[in-house]
């Protein structure tokens, strides 16, 4: 599996990637918004765009579609609950189904709402485990739910699915978020030890060459992962005076995603 991770530079600060198969040359465009550089990207390689696949239904994910379908004839996959949200869906996609890519590429649909009801991230098994996860998990932060989703789902899919994962994957988002997610894990934890190192690392990086973290990169320094620390819960109980003495995880984790909405 060959991944080639788009920047957009873009005011949203968007990803776009390309998984291709090295046997055949077949890629699929995850969120292909910047439709001239994942066109060129994938000319540049030698490839063949043969799927679009969208992880939701916004418009910074889906807008380059139809050009890049226009362009390569592609087939678009989608949550299949976004069918009246993404036009033209080929695909619906569920949770356990399989996206194959070329000859050698499998990858599997995750079922993720939260930031929006209708998300699918894409895990890649196997000896490079990866996670393509849209806007539900950032480097350092978590997707919003703003725009047609909810915490509560949120909260669910990061405990009963992402915290669950191999810690070697590859995290792979759908934004470039992490130094400002790094700034709120120091808000909320100031004494956590990865977090400022980490972000002197990342703070003025190309985005062209942009650091992959790990879930176990994650788990050191996103505070959606650390729902037990000592610390964030102390900092959190300066906001909610009232908060239980022993919170249990979804109470800190809804707590964290309600301060870092005006943060």
């Given at each position: 599996m060959i991944v080639k991770q788009v920047w957009t530079g873009n005011a949203y600060r968007n990803f776009n990637y390309l998984i291709a198969c090295p046997e055949?040359?077949?890629?699929?465009?995850?969120?292909?918004?910047?439709?001239?550089?994942?066109?060129?990207?994938?000319?540049?390689?030698?490839?063949?765009?043969?799927?679009?696949?969208n992880t939701h239904e916004h418009g910074d994910h889906t807008g380059g579609n139809r050009q890049v379908i226009a362009a390569t004839g592609a087939k678009l996959l989608a949550h299949a609950n976004a069918k009246d949200k993404i036009p033209g869906i080929d695909r619906g996609l569920v949770a356990g189904d399989v996206i194959r890519v070329g000859k050698t590429v499998e990858l599997e649909s995750l079922d993720t709402p939260g930031h929006t009801m209708s998300h699918v991230c894409l895990r890649a098994h196997g000896d490079q485990p990866a996670l393509f996860c849209g806007d539900t998990l950032f480097n350092a932060g978590a997707g919003n739910c703003h725009n047609g989703g909810h915490p509560n789902e949120l909260y669910h899919t990061f405990a009963t699915q992402l915290a669950k994962l191999p810690d070697a994957t590859r995290i792979y988002p759908g934004h470039d978020y992490i130094a400002n997610n790094l700034k709120f894990t120091l808000d909320r934890e100031p004494d956590n030890a990865r977090a400022p190192e980490l972000l002197g690392e990342v703070e003025n990086q190309d985005p062209n060459q942009a650091l992959v973290s790990t879930l176990g990169l994650e788990k050191e320094i996103n505070t959606f992962f650390r729902l037990h620390s000592p610390s964030v819960i102390a900092r959190l109980r300066e906001a909610f005076p009232d908060l239980p003495e022993e919170p249990d995880e979804k109470t800190v984790f809804l707590k964290l995603r309600e301060l870092r909405n005006s943060w």
């Open positions: 055949s040359g077949e890629a699929l465009a995850i969120d292909p918004l910047d439709h001239a550089k994942c066109l060129g990207a994938a000319k540049d390689a030698g490839w063949d765009i043969t799927q679009v696949l």
